[in-house]
């Protein structure tokens, strides 16, 4: 059987660190060439509606003004306030405004907390619309997954892991797999299990644990952009205490106790140390963000895959791929370069090891009811999980060193193989 891994390869922009005059250059992993070649469709789920705001030109666009906090959101379809220009934008005359994206998480890293790496459009948005925001269909689609995700999966567990808690996880995955033409994924059915960082199902935090921050966006985009590639595959949602380094660690490690096979992290800080034993489980796929362009942790370490964006458009009916300017390449000071990793430029562990979509104005859709309903989300906080269902489509022999396997197998990505 040919890995799915392996096809995405060839439809995904690796990064990987190049030295080179005034900094580092996100370059392509060894060998990946080509970019997607899948035909593009008309999603299939949600109103039709056309999404202005993402030009869909290969040209780099002007990065979209980021705030922070967690303003109200009108529901989808209301009307809202025009997005204001970046800073130092000439007010007159002026092009149309570029949509305003917060950080999911409103508090930035800091000595021993992580912040979560997705960005969320500032104005509610219909889901899904003939460009971005990407639905699952598309995504699939993208990524060569289509037939993978009907076929394969099943009793596979998915682990998301996040901090604070998310009460209506469950009620939201439920909007999104039918608006996605998936199959329902319930606790009663055993699809979905959402537990603490102890790994039991009570008591969960409270969404408001820290009055100034709040995950479930961020929680939300993790568990429906896993269900997007792997319908089939069961998920566990952990709810950490805090965003601090201990209580999400733990969280992995209570993952890795019942019995998750693949795990999405899609957070990070300023690394500190060369390794934690929460992030290196021989046998699991344990994946992370890149984050904006610095070495992360855990992105960093060496057992987990480290995942970079990528700005993913749909042209001519084709899927085409580049690298996102934001989406995470840089060297490591602290991780010693793991004897598989080839890249050139980075006397350390280079990051990172994959890329899928991230840009934000090329972004997913999601759906999360405390934030406003279908909203459009991006940065490497989507890339992780997308990455780790892809890995959870694949037998247990790619999955056992992930990072290793990917630098080692991604020369020459085979076409899709059967189920």
């Not at 999405?264 to 290196?280: P, R, V």
Request: net charge positive.
């Amino acid at each position: 059987m040919r890995a799915v891994i392996l096809s995405a390869l060839a439809a995904v922009v690796a990064l990987s660190c190049v030295a080179c005059n005034g900094g580092m250059q996100q370059t392509a992993l060894p060998g990946v060439e080509s970019q997607p070649g899948a035909q593009a469709p008309a999603s299939s789920a949600g109103p039709e509606t056309s999404d202005t705001s993402s030009d869909g030109s290969d040209d780099q666009p002007d990065e979209p003004p980021v705030t922070s906090g967690r303003p109200a959101m009108s529901r989808p379809g209301a009307s809202t306030p025009r997005a204001s220009a970046p800073a130092g934008h000439s007010p007159s005359p002026r092009p149309p405004a570029r949509p305003a994206f917060r950080n999911a998480c409103a508090h930035a890293a800091s000595p021993g907390r992580r912040q979560c790496d997705s960005l969320v459009r500032l104005q509610a948005h219909r889901p899904c619309s003939k460009s971005a925001p990407y639905c699952a269909s598309d995504l699939q689609s993208a990524y060569g997954a289509a037939q993978a995700a009907r076929n394969r999966g099943r009793g596979v567990l998915v682990a998301i892991v996040g901090a604070y808690g998310y009460p209506s996880a469950a009620s939201d995955l439920a909007v999104y797999r039918k608006s996605m033409g998936l199959s329902a994924c319930t606790a009663g059915s055993g699809c979905l299990k959402i537990v603490n960082q102890t790994g039991h199902t009570s008591p969960l935090p409270k969404p408001n644990a820290d009055a100034s921050d709040d995950w479930r966006a961020e929680e939300a985009v993790d568990v429906q952009m896993v269900s997007a590639l792997c319908p089939n595959c069961r998920l566990l949602l952990v709810q950490a205490n805090s965003d601090k380094d201990a209580d999400l660690a733990a969280g992995v490690n209570a993952a890795v106790a019942l019995g998750a096979t693949a795990i999405s992290n899609s957070y990070g800080s300023d690394e500190t140390n060369a390794a934690d034993a929460a992030y290196a489980h021989a046998g699991r796929t344990i994946t992370a963000s890149a984050g904006d362009g610095t070495a992360n942790q855990p992105c960093s370490f060496a057992g987990v895959v480290c995942v970079g964006g990528t700005t993913l458009n749909a042209a001519s009916g084709r899927w085409t791929e580049r690298a996102w300017r934001s989406g995470g390449s840089a060297c490591s000071a602290y991780v010693a370069k793991p004897s598989w990793q080839r890249a050139r430029g980075c006397a350390m562990r280079s990051v990172a090891d994959v890329s899928a979509v991230g840009d934000p104005s090329t972004g997913v859709a999601f759906y999360e009811s405390a934030g406003g309903g279908w909203q459009q989300a991006g940065g490497t906080g989507v890339s992780a999980p997308i990455v780790a269902a892809l890995f959870a489509l694949e037998p247990s022999s790619v999955r056992a060193n992930a990072p290793a396997w990917l630098w080692r197998h991604g020369r020459k990505p085979p076409k899709l193989g059967g189920s």
